[in-house]
């Protein structure tokens, strides 16, 4: 599949995201529902770990801070695609956003999230960007089958 973060884009991924060499985020097409999958990791500022999704549906979710809304591909004749968005109930913020624009592409459109090791990791329509460890801006790239690698 192929993964878009913000204005950087990622060809033939395996729809893994490892942040600081652990995968935190995969993301799923399935062809029968036209539906997309998340399973992820959500860590605090300290790195602590607050919540586990596993393919849309939550192992667990501390004080149930996190709310997850996905819908899959619609069969009217407008076809809107696939989408799920992941918001912060405590803070407010979308911690991820994406849709299917196309059958094998996801893109990320926004995403404010903490890595396992509590630092701020942000996707916006410009940038992908852990504060004072790595910024990806425009970057294109054939992953071959792996897994997208940032920090």
């Known amino acids: 599949m192929d993964l878009s973060l913000g204005s950087n ?5 395996n729809g ?3 942040i600081h060499g652990k995968e935190q985020i995969v993301l799923e097409i399935v062809a029968e529902s036209d539906q997309l999958l998340l399973t992820m ?7 602590r770990q607050v919540a586990h999704l596993r ?3 939550w192992k667990f979710n501390l004080d149930d801070r996190f709310a997850l ?12 695609v696939p989408w799920l968005k992941l918001d912060d109930q405590e803070t407010g913020d979308t911690v991820l956003e994406a849709s299917v624009p196309d059958r094998d592409k996801v893109q990320i459109l926004q995403g404010k999230l903490y890595t396992h ?4 990791l942000e996707i ?13 801006f425009g970057d294109t790239r054939d992953v071959r089958g792996g897994a997208i690698v940032i920090g």
């Open 9 to 13: 884009s990622f060809r033939n991924t």
């Open 16 to 18: 893994v995201l490892a």
């Open 41 to 47: 990791d959500l860590y605090n500022a300290s790195g």
């Open 55 to 57: 393919r849309n549906e």
């Open 69 to 80: 809304s996905a819908t899959a591909a619609s069969p009217s004749l407008y076809g809107g």
């Open 117 to 120: 090791k509590g630092q701020l």
């Open 124 to 136: 916006t329509s410009h940038l992908c960007r852990i504060a004072g460890v790595v910024t990806m």
